[in-house]
């Protein structure tokens, strides 16, 4: 800011100073912080680097007896579960926020809103164990026999329902998500500016081609900002995921079968972890950073693509 | 769009991002925000540098093993009341490694473990073990239909080894002749979180199974085949209880107040034993010499005892103190070092011993009741002796 308006500084009052000073120094806090936590478990997992090296992401063992880790089944455990939370989330949330946006009148819309808001302030504990005592019963008893009966040739859905697996907690994660995406989706398509829905109107197109080809298609980046945003959750869920998944070193592409995310590991072992298991644990939080990045970066520049191929950009969230 | 930093690990809260509001008076609450957080953080430390323990009455504090955890609270409860409030109890749980290293680091004056240090540890440190309570560790099962089952060493560790998946196995059947055995394929459930229930569990199977040693091995957290996790005895209980075909491990008090089904194990004299404190106490009962406070303790095992009534899941658990209270550097002072010798002989003497009972751990057997009176004998401060 003081590089593009170099007197600035002079020109400003004391007040002006200090609010600029105040909010620099926190924003720099952040960067700084970001810095120290990667510098700081990098340190701290130099000991199973330096044991496993490469090795570590590929390995299919967490045998704290044998002192073996590897992270490989977590991984997986962490993108399978993610998926299935975007699968089933973006869909849901992408029409609640048209609802709300585009067709709620303002007496619905302003109560829901501020509902699908306060969902998301809703403590993961409680999402899982209500996950555990309402959702699994249903599943188990309902949805997952229907999955097996048409989908249990593929290896998908291989096997006896048990509801701690990684469907059920692809599906609380999706629940989890769908208050943070839809409120910002929703947001996105209220940027759009009315001149663009007029323009498809008096085109002659229908509502939900309105929606679709002004509404949609201008706030495309804010929609793919939010699912990223839910995406972030989905990676970093620890508790509802730990309470759901059953915890199992195993990869299986069967999604009733039990599985383990990286940071529901940390969670689990944690506390009485010592060593090199301590180190290893660490570097699971190195990875599941790196994953997080990897899959940031991705998703950019999907939407960089998406950008380029809209010229009208905008419907800042 | 923003640019926006995302982070996986961020709160829910944080990641609504609020419309941008303008206002002059921005910085002055930013301001106040930053003050108030730092003279909350001063005040904060400040009384905590200040927090000491008063005249009257002593804190002592210990962690560790969440095993008996329950038993020492309710001990600290009750010593709380004998003491007229003089002597309060902290502990902690946070699982035995946890509760070993804070006691090296000398963050508390004693620590619970379920597993007892090697022999040069103990040395290297001068801890003394004091065996406090025993537990057993009990195979819960839930199989509709199933009301009574009987299971041996070898058979349970096939089935956490998944050689023997489905209830009519030929080796279950073997062993509960008439009963009807399911086609149902058997769900195992076991600890996700490091715990010195598994340490139990893992090492009975380790002792009636060779391939369970080769292949997995005794430890608190074991890389089991294709189970299903749950943290802590409470989510193991309530995973066994809620999932049909399926078996897992739970301490013995949880099983009984749970009412979970438990399976009758067949034990070193070949009896199949139900199991309850009677028999664990009986367990330890089998045991020949034990050595003293000060020794090597990491060879006492009544894992697969003998004797008729003998349940073989069954371990001590004990607590770890310094030998000399002084020269540990815990700033314990005499008066504090005293309540915690008295607390313990309280503790393993009858009354204490009388609370493991009625919440199912076993009783000391009279042997380790007075080898632990000779060990809180030896307990010194400064080279005096405490008792």
Do not use: C
Request: proline content about 5%; hydrophobic content about 45%; glycine content about 10%.
């Amino acid at each position: 800011m003081a590089a593009r308006r170099p007197n600035s500084l002079f020109s400003m009052g004391r007040k002006d100073k200090l609010f600029e000073l105040s909010v620099m120094s926190v924003a720099g806090l952040t960067l700084a912080l970001v810095w120290l936590l990667v510098a700081k478990m990098i340190l701290d997992a130099q000991q199973s680097i330096s044991e496993f090296g490469i090795g570590f992401v590929t390995g299919g063992a967490w045998d704290p007896n044998r002192d073996v880790y590897g992270a490989l089944p977590f991984i997986f455990g962490t993108l399978v579960t993610s998926t299935i939370a975007l699968l089933i989330g973006v869909p849901v949330s992408i029409g609640i926020a048209v609802y709300l946006s585009e067709l709620a009148p303002p007496w619905i819309r302003e109560p829901l809103s501020f509902v699908v808001e306060l969902l998301a302030a809703v403590p993961s504990v409680i999402y899982g164990l209500w996950a555990m005592y309402a959702l699994r019963p249903v599943m188990v008893d309902s949805i997952e026999p229907v999955f097996v009966a048409l989908f249990g040739w593929t290896p998908l859905f291989d096997g006896q329902p048990v509801g701690l697996d990684k469907f059920v907690a692809g599906v609380i994660l999706a629940i989890m998500i769908i208050p943070t995406v839809a409120s910002v989706s929703k947001e996105a398509m209220r940027a759009v500016p009315d001149s663009q829905r007029e323009a498809a109107l008096s085109l002659g197109a229908t509502r939900s081609e309105t929606t679709r080809m002004a509404v949609l298609s201008y706030a495309r980046s804010g929609i793919f900002g939010a699912s990223i945003l839910g995406l972030g959750r989905a990676v970093g869920e620890t508790m509802a995921v730990t309470m759901t998944v059953g915890n199992a070193n195993l990869i299986s592409w069967s999604l009733l079968d039990p599985g383990q995310t990286m940071a529901s590991l940390i969670a689990n072992n944690w506390g009485e972890a010592q060593g090199l298991q301590l180190s290893a644990l660490i570097e699971i939080g190195v990875v599941l950073f790196i994953v997080a990045l990897i899959v940031n970066v991705l998703a950019r520049l999907v939407i960089g693509r998406f950008m380029k191929a809209v010229p009208t950009t905008g419907g800042g969230i | 769009m923003r640019e926006q930093d995302i982070q996986s690990s961020s709160e829910p809260d944080d990641e609504i991002v609020m419309p941008h509001r303008g206002g002059g008076k921005a910085f002055v609450v930013l301001a106040l925000v930053v003050a108030a957080t730092v003279v909350i953080a001063a005040a904060f430390a400040a009384g905590l540098l200040s927090t000491g323990a008063s005249k009257e009455s002593v804190t002592i504090t210990g962690a560790g093993a969440t095993f008996p955890m329950p038993l020492i609270l309710k001990w600290a409860d009750e010593y709380h009341n004998e003491t007229n409030g003089k002597v309060k109890v902290n502990y902690g749980g946070g699982g035995s490694g946890a509760g070993i290293t804070q006691i090296k680091d000398k963050h508390v004056e004693f620590a619970g473990t379920d597993a007892p240090l090697s022999a040069s540890e103990s040395a290297a440190y001068s801890l003394v073990h004091i065996p406090e309570t025993l537990g057993a560790v009990v195979v819960a099962y839930n199989e509709p239909g199933l009301s009574s089952l009987k299971l041996d060493g070898p058979t349970l560790s096939r089935i956490f080894m998944k050689n023997i998946t489905v209830w009519d196995d030929p080796a279950i059947g073997a062993l509960n002749p008439g009963s009807t055995l399911p086609t149902d394929q058997i769900t195992t459930v076991v600890r996700s979180d490091s715990s010195g229930t598994t340490f139990v569990f893992s090492g009975y199977l380790a002792v009636v199974s060779q391939d369970f040693d080769s292949l997995y091995g005794q430890g608190k957290s074991v890389n089991w085949p294709n189970a299903i996790g749950a943290s802590g005895n409470p989510g193991v209980t309530q995973t066994v209880k809620t999932t049909p075909h399926s078996i897992g491990y739970i301490e013995l008090a949880y099983a009984i107040q749970n009412q979970v089904q438990s399976a009758h194990l067949k034990n070193h004299d070949g009896n199949f034993v139900t199991p309850s404190p009677d028999t664990t106490s009986a367990a330890a009962a089998s045991l020949g010499t034990l050595p003293s406070g000060d020794g090597d303790w990491s060879q006492v095992n009544i894992l697969d005892a003998s004797g008729a009534d003998s349940y073989p899941i069954a371990s001590f658990t004990y607590i770890l103190i310094y030998k000399e209270l002084y020269n540990n550097q815990t700033k314990m002072n005499r008066t504090a070092a005293e309540a915690l010798v008295d607390f313990l002989w309280w503790a393993v003497h009858s009354d204490g011993q009388s609370h493991a009972d009625e919440m199912y751990y076993a009783p000391l057997p009279a042997s380790v009741v007075s080898g632990n009176e000779d060990t809180l004998n030896s307990i010194t401060y400064n080279g005096e002796p405490l008792r």
